[in-house]
């Protein structure tokens, strides 16, 4: 029987253990806050404005929520970063992205501190993670993914992995940190030949195509771990991920749903990063 792999379970454990380190650090008179930068109103961002908060609130860390108009300046928005910068109160920094169109984007998110990048955004933390240097932090999706495959104990080191999809965000830093953990990774995309037979091959499949059920039965195989990262929504109107999840149930090993999946797992990471800052502040 498929084994479903719950991202609310990750969550509420990861949270817990999160409560345990944040009050240890409050021994030690650091109490781990996290800023939001967010210029305008886009429904996702104030979405993801108020779960963060909420889990902040939730683990005892604390938060400070900017809100920008759209046509703030460039210059504007640099000078509240490098304010949150030089706060030793916060630890973290998240910047809603993507910025109007009259900002530069490598200019601002460059301009967070790499310590306090909690989002792995800046091109410092991206170093971080192709080096394996303690550079920043990486991208909370694909920590996520990690988390759950560390919470059902689902061993890496030397099991074949594919990861579908090249970006910055999921598919790149995902393939490094398994990399990292001793898997031997392979990266699909819109030119890989065949790309069916290379992912049946997998022991490990991370999708994250950006294409709503692309993945079907005919590129999985019995044994696999599959970790949908997509959120999309169907011809339906129903919320699903890249993979065709009532398809892939019936043949992998394990696999997360859409929703309730990895991107429940998310903004755990977040906040376990901004916790993580705080606890770097001790060495």
Same mark, same amino acid.
Not at 47 to 61: D, L, P, Q, T
Not at 67 to 85: A, G, K, M
Not at 112 to 125: L, V, Y
Not at 239 to 245: A, Q, R, S
């Given at each position: ?22 009050? @240890?650090?409050? &021994?030690?008179?650091?109490?781990? +806050?996290?800023?939001? *930068?967010?210029?305008? $109103?886009?429904?996702?961002? #104030? ?109 890496? @080191?030397?099991? &074949?992995?594919?990861?579908?999809? +090249?970006?910055?965000? *999921?598919?790149?830093? $995902?393939?490094?940190?398994? #990399? ?80 309730g999946g990895v991107g429940t797992v998310t903004t755990s990471v977040l906040v376990k990063h901004v916790v993580e800052a705080a606890k770097r502040r001790l060495r």
């Amino acid at each position: 029987m498929t084994r479903i792999l719950s991202g609310k379970e990750v969550a509420a454990a990861l949270n817990l253990r999160l409560k345990e380190e944040v009050q @240890a650090l409050a &021994n030690e008179h650091i109490f781990p +806050r996290l800023a939001t *930068v967010r210029v305008g $109103a886009r429904e996702d961002d #104030i979405s993801y404005e108020k779960g963060a908060s909420k889990r902040c609130a939730n683990v005892g860390v604390g938060i400070e929520n900017i809100v920008l108009p759209e046509d703030v300046t460039q210059e504007e928005l640099l000078n509240t970063i490098n304010r949150l910068n030089a706060d030793d109160s916060i630890h973290g920094i998240l910047l809603f992205r993507p910025l109007p169109g009259h900002i530069d984007d490598k200019t601002v998110r460059n301009s967070i501190s790499a310590e306090k990048d909690i989002d792995g955004i800046t091109d410092r933390s991206m170093i971080g993670i192709y080096t394996g240097e303690d550079i920043g932090f990486p991208p909370c999706t694909p920590q996520a993914c990690l988390e759950i495959l560390d919470h059902y104990g689902i061993e890496v @080191a030397g099991r &074949n992995a594919v990861v579908i999809g +090249r970006s910055l965000v *999921v598919g790149k830093p $995902a393939a490094m940190m398994l #990399i990292k953990r001793n898997a031997t990774v392979t990266i699909c995309h819109t030119r890989t030949a065949d790309m069916p037979a290379v992912v049946r091959r997998a022991d490990i499949v991370i999708v994250s195509a950006g294409r709503a059920e692309l993945i079907g039965k005919e590129y999985l195989r019995e044994g696999q771990i599959v970790l949908d990262v997509g959120i999309n929504v169907n011809d339906a109107g129903k919320l699903c991920g890249d993979v065709k999840y009532d398809e892939a149930v019936d043949v992998v090993e394990a696999i997360t749903p859409v929703p309730g999946g990895v991107g429940t797992v998310t903004t755990s990471v977040l906040v376990k990063h901004v916790v993580e800052a705080a606890k770097r502040r001790l060495r």
